[in-house]
């Protein structure tokens, strides 16, 4: 079955970077791209930005352009997210999710805290 | 901030029917399709309808979801403590080329 497994919780001090994994198994990697959505405390779903895993092509959010990148290793079958210059407002749970945008299938979840 | 605005709350009592509104524009729910996302506590979200009105495999048929224009819903038939959850709406945004969720909703079963 399709299973999303992300890295553990992060706590980083605020202009610090973030980088999230997300490991797939159960299907062909390079057939789907990786979405990321975050969820700050007690907020509701933001899309982040997406990246395919065929070619690398991504897709970032107007919001976090510049201070997002998001990458694949297909030899692992992984994909990472790294968000620069931390802010408080950062503070969110992370999901990678599978496709572009219809998300099907979900990562457990990754809390970074950002706090000095 | 979400472009796509639902209700905060809605409730009902179990065995009840309960439609939950997502209110967006012609750049995104009126020119592509809407998703709906249920989010128990504590967990990640589970897609509930994809392409405005399809329900994946393993979902059950009392829950609908429509769309008409620049608006959309999402009806719960039959109630039970179970769909006790946080509601999301979703499409894609052609002028942010970007994906954008709903405001949520959160559904509480009396």
């Known amino acids: 079955q399709v299973q999303l497994v992300q890295s553990g919780a992060e706590v980083k001090k605020p202009g610090a970077s973030v980088k999230v994994s997300c490991k797939a198994s159960?299907?062909?990697?390079?057939?789907?791209?990786i979405s990321w959505v975050r969820q700050a405390p007690g907020q509701g779903l933001e899309w982040m930005g997406w990246?395919?895993?065929?070619?690398?092509?991504?897709n970032y959010a107007q919001k976090l352009q510049g201070r997002v990148t998001m990458t694949t290793d297909t030899s692992t079958s992984t994909a990472y997210m790294e968000l620069r210059s931390l802010r408080s407002d950062d503070t969110a749970v992370y999901y990678c999710?599978?496709?572009?945008?219809?998300?099907?299938?979900w990562g457990q979840g990754t809390l970074v805290t950002v706090s000095s | 901030q979400s472009v796509l605005t639902q209700p905060p709350s809605a409730s009902g009592t179990p065995g009840q029917r309960v439609t939950i509104s997502c209110s967006g524009s012609?750049?995104?729910?009126?020119?592509?399709?809407v998703y709906w996302y249920q989010q128990l506590p504590g967990t990640a979200p589970k897609l509930l309808i994809y392409?405005?009105?399809q329900r994946p495999s393993g979902v059950p048929d009392r829950f609908s979801g429509s769309k008409s224009g620049t608006s959309a819903s999402l009806a719960i038939s039959g109630l039970r403590s179970e769909d006790e959850a946080d509601y999301y709406c979703?499409?894609?945004?052609?002028?942010?080329?970007?994906?954008?969720f709903g405001t949520g909703t959160k559904v509480t079963v009396l």
């Open positions: 999710a599978r496709d572009k945008w219809e998300l099907r299938n």
């Open positions: 159960g299907y062909t990697f390079t057939s789907y791209g």
């Open positions: 990246i395919s895993a065929y070619n690398g092509n991504t």
């Open positions: 012609s750049s995104n729910i009126g020119s592509n399709y």
């Open positions: 392409r405005n009105n």
């Open positions: 979703a499409a894609w945004d052609d002028s942010l080329n970007g994906g954008v």
